[in-house]
């Protein structure tokens, strides 16, 4: 009787701390793309290169602040399959059909543009991530136009993208192996597992573990990110009958503890650090470079059509319900919405082009196709009218 209150009650505090670091999230965005082109661009990019620790201040970021947000991403793709919205598959029917649309176009269309050379080809992966802090900042803004059924929709189908991501950036960007190194991060991980076996409930010994992990594989070769996503695999959900959304389980406790420094300090560092191009010297030409004009095209068009058309083929099909009290209109506005590929987008960009020269395009076209997603799905949601309600037989 009182599970049902407190999930509710955990489902609108996600929702509302990933909009509201949406919002930061844009103003970290348009900051950096200010500070880049200001005269402060100078110290900024020197801060950015700065060695730190055996690092730079940038490869702390990307390598180690997005690892907590990694892990954060992990613990709640855990949480969904096996206790949320992912749990059954009537529940995750849609949002998994529209996240495999939005995946496949997107990546498709950035590769026609792309076909004739294999170096940018490498980067066929950046527009087939959504950014729900983004997204859902941007949905948040039409209050109670959009009903809460899409709000969720958007949420699952974004921790599917993450999902996806994930193991994208582990298959297809993983560099040169050190075996020793994967060998001890192969240790590590046996160990988490045998605590979570042992049936462990302290947080400090994971931790403890998932900092070693995360140093070896570093070294590894492996994206060090993927370490987070490890480490959240192993974390302990506890349930029973009586009380399936258990707060007081370790994995709530992480992703509690986790979420207001990865909506309101990582994802926002982030986006500072990465998000500001400078458009010195550079003329109309960058729209139009294969990079660019993949990653827009691919966010823009690729993105719609591929979850707005998985999602009415489900529905067609009777693989899956419309959101309740949604209307096709707000759907396909929702699909528009998915475009927005801000921080994963920038981050695989990262990983597939070392040239700085062809990052700035990949931003370009982040910047260029999550804009105009955010727009375009903003104009139709604020017009579109929620779905009347059913009259009775």
């Not at 602040?65 to 949480?79: N, S």
């Not at 931790?207 to 974390?235: E, F, K, N, P």
């Not at 067609?316 to 919405?337: D, H, I, T």
Request: aromatic share 8%; proline share 5%; hydrophobic share 55%.
């Amino acid at each position: 009787m009182t599970s049902s209150p407190r999930r509710t009650s955990v489902l609108r505090e996600f929702l509302e701390s990933e909009a509201a670091g949406g919002i930061l999230l844009m103003g970290a965005a348009v900051l950096a793309l200010f500070v880049a082109n200001s005269p402060l661009a100078g110290s900024y990019f020197q801060l950015l290169h700065a060695p730190l620790g055996g690092l730079d201040v940038l490869h702390w970021i990307n390598d180690g602040l997005m690892a907590l947000f990694f892990l954060f991403v992990g613990l709640e793709i855990k949480r969904e399959f096996l206790d949320g919205q992912l749990a059954t598959w009537a529940n995750r029917a849609l949002p998994c059909i529209a996240a495999a649309g939005g995946v496949i176009v997107p990546g498709l269309i950035f590769a026609a543009v792309n076909a004739h050379n294999a170096e940018t080809l490498r980067g066929w992966a950046i527009p087939t991530a959504t950014d729900i802090a983004f997204a859902l900042g941007v949905l948040s803004l039409l209050g109670s136009r959009a009903p809460t059924s899409l709000k969720v929709f958007l949420a699952t189908l974004a921790i599917v993208d993450d999902l996806v991501a994930v193991l994208v950036i582990a298959v297809f960007y993983t560099a040169d192996l050190n075996v020793a190194a994967l060998g001890g991060a192969g240790l590590a991980t046996a160990l988490l597992i045998g605590l979570n076996r042992l049936r462990i409930a302290r947080l400090a010994p994971y931790l403890v573990l998932g900092a070693a992990l995360w140093w070896l594989v570093l070294l590894s070769g492996v994206h060090a990110t993927v370490a987070g996503v490890v480490l959240a695999m192993t974390i302990p959900l506890r349930r029973s009958k009586a009380a399936p959304d258990d707060m007081t389980s370790p994995l709530h406790k992480l992703e509690h503890g986790l979420s207001p420094w990865v909506a309101f300090l990582i994802v926002p560092v982030f986006g500072f650090a990465n998000a500001g191009v400078s458009f010195a010297g550079m003329n109309a030409s960058v729209f139009v470079e294969p990079i660019t004009l993949g990653v827009a095209l691919g966010l823009f068009i690729g993105k719609q059509v591929g979850v707005f058309g998985a999602s009415a083929l489900a529905i067609k099909l009777r693989l899956a319900n419309l959101p309740v009290a949604a209307s096709w209109a707000q759907l396909y506005g929702v699909a528009l919405l998915c475009g927005i590929g801000f921080t994963m987008s920038l981050f695989i960009g990262l990983l597939a082009y070392p040239n700085p020269a062809l990052q700035n395009e990949v931003k370009v076209g982040v910047l260029a196709g999550s804009l105009i997603s955010a727009l375009c799905g903003a104009a139709l949601l604020s017009v579109a009218r929620r779905e009347p309600p059913r009259s009775r037989a």
